[in-house]
């Protein structure tokens, strides 16, 4: 179902995210994030005087490879487009999620390597859907091996189709699901 209509308005701001992950020749798996903002309108700062209409305010990207398992081997930030000079300087310090595993507690594990100053807020802020899309990567490769047809996912419990006795988890995985006693 689509969103209702939308009132009048004047646009101010434009966030792109885009997030890919694929098969390496070598059998690891990259996932690739870019994040870009606009504005429809000329503007600046003290570092970038004269950003104009279009031009991205932030553009950025993060790759990461890994196994098959999700075990972080490389990590790599590029910082193309910055409202400031000294943004660059974060992009380096990504490079410590290598060793990661994307699992629960991921997320967490990474802001502990770059939280505040030692990171940037927006490659940050792509973590999460990176962790989503190596997932889905990962996912879909076992899937064309025929490793994952009869086996329930670990997504069980985590959102309402996934729900113990959701019609989804009925059908597909009945022995994992958990069904109401009739009245």
Same mark, same amino acid.
């Given at each position: 179902?689509?969103?209702?209509?939308?009132?009048?308005?004047?646009?101010?701001?434009?966030?792109?995210?885009?997030?890919? *992950?694929?098969?390496?020749?070598? *059998?690891? $798996? /990259?996932?690739?994030?870019? &994040?870009?903002? !606009?504005?429809?309108?000329?503007?600046?700062?003290?570092?970038?005087?004269?950003?104009?209409?279009?031009?991205? &305010?932030?553009?950025?990207?993060?790759?990461?490879?890994? /196994?098959?398992?999700?075990? $972080?081997?490389?990590?790599?930030?590029?910082?193309?487009? #910055?409202?400031?000079?000294?943004?660059? *300087? +974060?992009?380096?310090?990504?490079?410590?999620?290598?060793?990661?595993?994307?699992?629960?507690?991921?997320?967490?594990?990474?802001?502990?390597?770059?939280? *505040? #100053?030692?990171?940037? !807020?927006? &490659?940050? =802020?792509?973590?999460?859907?990176?962790? !989503? !899309?190596?997932?889905?990567?990962?996912?879909?490769?076992?899937?064309?091996?025929?490793?994952?047809?009869?086996? +329930?996912?670990?997504?069980?419990?985590?959102?309402?189709?996934?729900? =113990?006795?959701?019609?989804?988890? $009925?059908?597909?995985?009945? /022995?994992? +699901?958990?069904? +109401?006693?009739?009245?």
């Amino acid at each position: 179902m689509p969103l209702s209509p939308a009132a009048d308005r004047t646009p101010l701001h434009t966030r792109r995210i885009v997030i890919d *992950g694929y098969q390496r020749v070598d *059998g690891l $798996i /990259d996932v690739e994030a870019t &994040l870009t903002d !606009t504005k429809p309108y000329d503007f600046g700062n003290e570092d970038r005087p004269h950003i104009p209409a279009g031009e991205p &305010l932030h553009g950025m990207s993060l790759r990461m490879t890994m /196994d098959e398992q999700l075990n $972080i081997l490389v990590c790599e930030a590029s910082m193309d487009w #910055t409202p400031y000079t000294v943004c660059p *300087g +974060a992009a380096p310090n990504f490079a410590a999620l290598a060793g990661l595993q994307i699992r629960p507690g991921f997320l967490r594990a990474a802001m502990g390597r770059v939280a *505040g #100053t030692t990171g940037c !807020t927006h &490659l940050r =802020e792509l973590l999460q859907q990176v962790a !989503t !899309t190596a997932y889905q990567t990962a996912y879909s490769l076992r899937m064309r091996r025929g490793h994952e047809a009869g086996s +329930a996912p670990g997504l069980i419990g985590t959102c309402y189709a996934y729900a =113990e006795d959701s019609p989804v988890v $009925i059908r597909r995985w009945p /022995d994992r +699901a958990k069904i +109401a006693a009739a009245d």
